[in-house]
Every structure is written in structure tokens, then in C-alpha cells.
């Protein structure tokens, strides 16, 4: 059994492009969660989903951030129009149901020239 | 919201010695607490977890207390190994919603 798969590892993006991070969970897990970490902080919780809902999108800004997680496929953090502060480490980790254990991915580490 | 607090921020131990590390939260529904192990350019890693039932829980050199009443739990870590320094993260949960995380404490074990 697969753990989770982030991809990519790396992203490089210049300002104003966009940036598409990608998750797959766990063989049987249907809730998805995103984080970020800047350099030497803490895991700052982005976005939570479940097959094809948003449930909790509180931590995510209201502008230029996207996430889906459809039916089929992984799920998708989306930024637009990247700017340098977008630069972190984007963690994505997942569960088979709510309140249980979550595991994470190896992270797709954003850098904006 | 929840909130977590995490102390203290480095620690540094020899070979050999426990070391403890201590989160507090801040909402009394919260009844899930894993701690994970974050090794440098990796993701964080399970290590143990505690559900609001149960006041302690081990395995091998790892062990998490809880105490629902002051709302903290903490990590011990005996007989610390090398292998053991990374930085190691708290975090809360309350039912339907997601992992929120302390800030981090960076253990350093030097033989």
C-alpha cells in the first residue's frame, strides 16, 4: 500500500504563473488535508476535503488559492499569479475518516523566482 | 478556533537521557493528539497518538500523556538515540475537523 504521493518534489515558478500541486492519498482514504511550512515553522493548515467538498477552507487565502478533489484523480492546490512570499513547503496529508489518523506525503517544495 | 501551544522550542539532550516535550490547547472538544517526527527535507512521520480517553500510551521509548483537566500532553522520550534528533510537532483535533499543529520543538541528541 502506497503511502501518500505528493508530486512534484520540486516546482520552480516565476512570478505571476501558476502553480498546480498534486496528492494522492492513501488506497481507502477519502479525506484530504493540506498544509504549509515555511523555512523553520510550523505546519500552518491550508485546506481540508473529502471526495468532491471543501469542508473547511479556513486557513486558505481568499485569493489566488484553489483546491478540488474530485471523484477520480488527486486531489489539486492550486495558486495563481505566484508571488515570492508563496514560497514554502506544501504538505498534503490523508485519512480514512474524520478525526483519525492523518498521513502525510513528502511535500512539493514551491520556489518563486 | 483550536489553538496549540508548544514548549519549549530546541532542546538538547546526551545520548542516553529522557527528554520531554510539553503542548497545551486550548479547546476542551479536542480529543485526538498525535505527535509526528519531521526529519530535515522530509514529511512529518507518525509517532504515537492519544485519544481523550485514555490518560497515557507507549510504545518501545515513546510515551504521551494526557491530562484532559489542565488540557496538555506531552512526549517522553527515553534512552534518546541520535537518530532520534529532528524536529518533533504536537497537534490537536477536534471531531470533523482537521490536524492543528504546535510550532515545532527541535531535538537535538549529541552522543
Known amino acids: 500500500n502506497a503511502g501518500v504521493m505528493q508530486n512534484p518534489r520540486h516546482l520552480v515558478r516565476r512570478r505571476g504563473q501558476e502553480a498546480r500541486l498534486r496528492c494522492s492519498p492513501m488506497k481507502g482514504h477519502s479525506h484530504v488535508y493540506w498544509y504549509r511550512q515555511l523555512p523553520e515553522e510550523g505546519l500552518k493548515f491550508m485546506v481540508y476535503?473529502?471526495?468532491?467538498?471543501?469542508?473547511?477552507e479556513s486557513g486558505m487565502p481568499k485569493e489566488r488559492f484553489s483546491a478540488e478533489f474530485p471523484k477520480e484523480g488527486p486531489s489539486i492546490l492550486r495558486i495563481q499569479q505566484v508571488v515570492r512570499g508563496d514560497s514554502a513547503a506544501y504538505f498534503c496529508?490523508?485519512?480514512?475518516?474524520?478525526?483519525?489518523?492523518?498521513?502525510f506525503g513528502q511535500g512539493t517544495r514551491l520556489t518563486v523566482v | 478556533g483550536e489553538n496549540v501551544e508548544q514548549h519549549p522550542s530546541t532542546l538538547s539532550v546526551q545520548e542516553g537521557d529522557s527528554a520531554v516535550i510539553k503542548c497545551t490547547y486550548s479547546?476542551?472538544?479536542?480529543?485526538?493528539f498525535p505527535w509526528y517526527k519531521q526529519e530535515l527535507g522530509k514529511g512529518p512521520q507518525l509517532i504515537i497518538d492519544?485519544?481523550?480517553?485514555?490518560g497515557e500510551k507507549k510504545d518501545q521509548r515513546i510515551a504521551v500523556t494526557l491530562n484532559k483537566t489542565a488540557k496538555h500532553f506531552s512526549l517522553h522520550i527515553t534512552e534518546t538515540q541520535p537518530e532520534d534528533s529532528a524536529v518533533y510537532f504536537c497537534?490537536?483535533?477536534?471531531?470533523?475537523?482537521?490536524?492543528?499543529f504546535g510550532k515545532g520543538t527541535t531535538l537535538s541528541v549529541s552522543s
Open positions: 479547546d476542551s472538544a479536542s480529543n485526538y
Open positions: 497537534a490537536a483535533i477536534e471531531a470533523g475537523t482537521a490536524l492543528i
Open positions: 476535503l473529502q471526495k468532491e467538498n471543501i469542508i473547511d
Open positions: 496529508a490523508s485519512s480514512p475518516s474524520k478525526n483519525t489518523e492523518a498521513f
Open positions: 492519544i485519544r481523550s480517553n485514555v
